[in-house]
């Protein structure tokens, strides 16, 4: 399966490992420790040596309660960072959901607009679609990221997640873009209870007959300190292990904080497969 970027095609025939880089003050993991412009690139080069394939770039928190970011800290937070990052040889991905920074991110280069809304904000959607390659990522989310955990989903989230994402992937289709350039995420966290998302994980090879690559973001999580108890600076132990887990269901695409041990642990899984 090959994975269809601005300017890489990515075969993932082997599990791909996404990097988080996070230009903010105030992510739920890793907030502050990269948020000016020479932290941020230090750290996606960082990533890089530890085996990262692809660097995901994001201006704005997203964890539950979080405020929303006004357009203008959001452009001068990410583009910086996104006009030095594309020179790095690796497929960057820009993490939002506001249609101008997709647009000045593709702009400067972008391969990747990875959206947590799935593209469903007003314009977001023709943005992509003009563009003639980028990959797309669409994300399931309940609610908002201000009201997702006070009222999450009801019931089997498995087949409601996959309906989403299935129709809007259609819709993206319908508009001209190449199905080659979709990858869908069921949205750990966003909006689900712990035992959502574990289902999610469970069932996760379900979301394969769909067709598009699977990515799965799990790293740090609250669920996973739910079952073990850990703080979130604690949790990498868990984190490797729901990524090895996920690319075990089918993923082929692992977002993580901690891509050295990631990236070894899946090196150790292949060698078993082997």
């Given at each position: 399966m090959l994975w269809q970027t601005a300017r890489f095609d990515l075969d993932l025939t082997h599990a791909r490992v996404m990097g988080i880089v996070n230009v903010t003050p105030d992510s739920f993991s890793d907030g502050g420790q990269h948020a000016g412009t020479a932290a941020a690139l230090r750290h996606c080069e960082q990533l890089l040596k530890e085996g990262a394939d692809i660097l995901d770039i994001g201006g704005e928190s997203t964890?539950?309660?979080?405020?929303?970011?006004?357009?203008?800290?959001?452009?001068?937070?990410?583009?910086?960072?996104?006009?030095?990052?594309?020179r790095l040889g690796v497929p960057i991905s820009v993490d939002t959901y506001k249609p101008q920074?997709?647009?000045?991110?593709?702009?400067?280069?972008?391969?990747?607009?990875?959206?947590?809304?799935?593209?469903?904000?007003?314009?977001?959607?023709?943005?992509?679609?003009?563009?003639p390659r980028c990959g797309l990522c669409l994300m399931h989310m309940h609610r908002d990221p201000q009201t997702m955990q006070t009222a999450p989903m009801q019931g089997d989230v498995v087949p409601q997640v996959l309906t989403f994402l299935e129709l809007q992937a259609q819709y993206l289709q319908g508009l001209g873009v190449n199905k080659s350039r979709i990858a869908i995420d069921p949205g750990i966290g966003f909006g689900k209870t712990v035992q959502q998302n574990f289902a999610l994980l469970a069932r996760q090879r379900e979301l394969l007959a769909l067709?598009?690559?699977?990515?799965?973001?799990?790293?740090?999580?609250?669920?996973?300190?739910?079952?073990?108890?850990?703080?979130?600076q604690e949790r990498l132990g868990a984190s490797v292990a729901a990524a090895l887990l996920a690319v075990q269901q089918g993923a082929r695409i692992v977002r993580v904080h901690d891509v050295r041990d990631t990236v070894g642990a899946l090196a150790t899984w292949r060698a078993m497969q082997e």
């Open positions: 964890r539950p309660g979080s405020p929303a970011l006004p357009l203008q800290d959001e452009l001068q937070r990410v583009l910086p960072v996104m006009r030095e990052a594309v920074v997709m647009q000045a991110a593709l702009d400067l280069g972008a391969d990747i607009v990875n959206d947590i809304w799935a593209l469903r904000q007003s314009g977001a959607a023709q943005v992509v679609a003009a563009h067709g598009y690559p699977v990515l799965a973001g799990w790293s740090r999580k609250s669920s996973l300190g739910a079952v073990t108890g850990l703080p979130v």
